[in-house]
């Protein structure tokens, strides 16, 4: 932005602008033959009850196997999807994907991560209400895990649209909560049933400090509120002990699983067996 100062707009696309263009071209290309190719997959990580360290769900989180680059990871590929639009067929795919699992897995509940493009594109509840249908997927065992930034444009017509999903009988949680905006006001006026405790403030939480009435506070909240709370990042012990201390229902982070592929989510239901009877 420093190099415009003081001259035309034109010098504002400096060489690096150019090659930054030229990236995300290429990248958007790669991604729409990516998508004609199958190339997204996904992992699930595991959500656990943090009472009794029972397996309650998973999330479902985007891969990409590109031919020449390996395994990438969604904070690559999501953001430039966002912009383009090609968010709403990939988000498509992967909510197909994640219910026809989630059909196999009757015992356990499915979270898919939507975006704000995602969920203001022109067709989405009917691409919910398509896939629940084509699919047989019970509609309480799919969990629609939306940020903040869904709600930032036309508040009233995000209402409508939660109201419509809310309608169709799925599971509105907001995700990465404690970082956005009028988080609190939100929640009130918005019919969602669970909030996703942001992993900054798991990373941080000790026994006293900053992180840790965050924390109970968001619980808090949660509790007068009627919702459930998820604690995602969990990456120790100490932490999942104050999580428990503090009540909080549900855990999600590396100290229990990584994102695993679906073979290792069935191994899992496999071990947990018939101890739960199925929902
Ligand atoms: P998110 O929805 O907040 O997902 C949690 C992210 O934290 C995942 O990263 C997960 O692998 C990672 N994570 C889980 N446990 C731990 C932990 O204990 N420690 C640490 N350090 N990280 C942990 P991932 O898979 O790279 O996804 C990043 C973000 O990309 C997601 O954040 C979500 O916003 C987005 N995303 C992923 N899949 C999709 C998708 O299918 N559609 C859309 N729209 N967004 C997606
Ligand atoms: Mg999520
Ligand atoms: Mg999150
Ligand atoms: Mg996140």
């Known amino acids: 932005q420093a190099k415009a100062a003081g001259r035309g707009t034109f010098k504002f696309f400096s060489t690096d602008m150019d090659e930054r263009i030229l990236t995300r071209r290429a990248l958007d290309a790669d991604m729409r033959r ?3 190719r199958d190339e997204f997959f996904l992992l699930y990580q595991p959500r656990y009850e943090a009472d009794t360290m029972r397996l309650r769900g998973v999330e479902a989180l985007v891969r990409w196997r590109h031919p020449q680059r390996g395994l990438v990871n969604p904070g690559e590929f999501i953001p430039l999807a966002e912009e383009t639009g090609l968010i709403a067929p990939l988000g498509a795919r992967v909510l197909r994907m994640a219910c026809e699992k989630a059909v196999t897995w009757p015992d356990l509940s499915v979270s898919v991560n939507v975006s704000p493009a995602q969920f203001r594109s022109a067709d989405f509840v009917k691409t919910v209400s398509d896939t629940l249908a084509a699919t047989g997927l019970s509609p309480k065992r799919l969990e629609l895990e939306l940020t903040e930034g869904v709600l930032l444009e036309d508040v009233e017509r995000s209402g409508r649209i ?4 809310k309608a169709l009988g799925v599971m509105l949680s907001m995700d990465d909560f404690g970082t ?3 988080s609190l006001g939100y929640l009130k006026s918005f019919p969602f049933d669970a909030i996703k405790i942001d992993q900054r403030f798991i990373a941080d939480l000790q026994a ?3 992180a840790r009435a965050i924390v109970q506070a968001i619980l808090g909240l949660g509790r007068a509120l009627g919702l459930s709370v998820t604690a995602e990042g969990v990456e120790t012990a100490e932490q999942l002990a104050l999580l428990r201390q503090d009540a909080c229902e549900e855990v999600q982070g590396y100290l229990m699983a990584r994102p695993l592929a679906a073979e290792e989510i069935d191994k899992m239901r496999g071990e947990q067996g018939s101890r739960h009877s199925a929902a």
């Not at 939660?162 to 999903?165: F, H, M, P, Q, R």
Request: net charge negative; proline share 0%; aromatic share 8%.
């Open 34 to 36: 990516g998508l004609d």
């Open 180 to 182: 956005g905006y009028s």
């Open 162 to 165: 939660l109201a419509d999903l």
């Open 208 to 210: 006293t400090g900053d």
